[in-house]
């Protein structure tokens, strides 16, 4: 089993930053490949961006890509995501999510998931 705990969301102005963390317990973070992951009102999940379980390979969503980073830390079992230039449109739930294989960019193939954190981009 993987718990993972998100923070970092909040309310921010069109065109600024937060950073969101994914921290991770149970089974080691360096062997799942991990994803962010969004869901606004009325809509679907959405794929954001994720990573393999070394770093080395990444992938974002087009509607995010030049404007978030994804990262993460396997000694410290945490995973990240920049979010700069935000936009009303970003406004949503993130969640972040784990999976034993290389990373995808369909929620129903990770198994593990957190709880989310609210993210609000005022215009």
């Known amino acids: 089993q993987v718990q993972l705990v998100e923070s970092g969301g909040g309310l921010v102005q069109t065109g600024g930053s937060l950073r969101l963390s994914c921290a991770a317990s149970?089974?080691?973070?360096?062997?799942?490949?991990m994803g962010w992951f969004r869901q606004a009102p009325g809509k679907a999940r959405e794929f954001v961006a994720a990573?393999?379980?070394?770093?080395?390979?990444?992938g974002y969503a087009d509607s995010v890509k030049g404007r978030f980073t994804i990262s993460r830390d396997n000694a410290k079992n945490t995973m990240y995501l920049q979010m700069n230039s935000l936009k009303p449109d970003d406004t949503a739930v993130y969640y972040c999510?784990?999976?034993?294989?290389?990373?995808?960019?369909?929620?129903?193939?990770?198994?593990?998931w957190g709880q989310g954190t609210q993210v609000t981009v005022s215009s």
């Open positions: 149970g089974r080691t973070l360096s062997r799942q490949a």
């Open positions: 990573i393999n379980l070394s770093g080395g390979s990444t």
């Open positions: 999510a784990a999976r034993a294989a290389t990373y995808s960019t369909s929620p129903a193939l990770y198994p593990y």
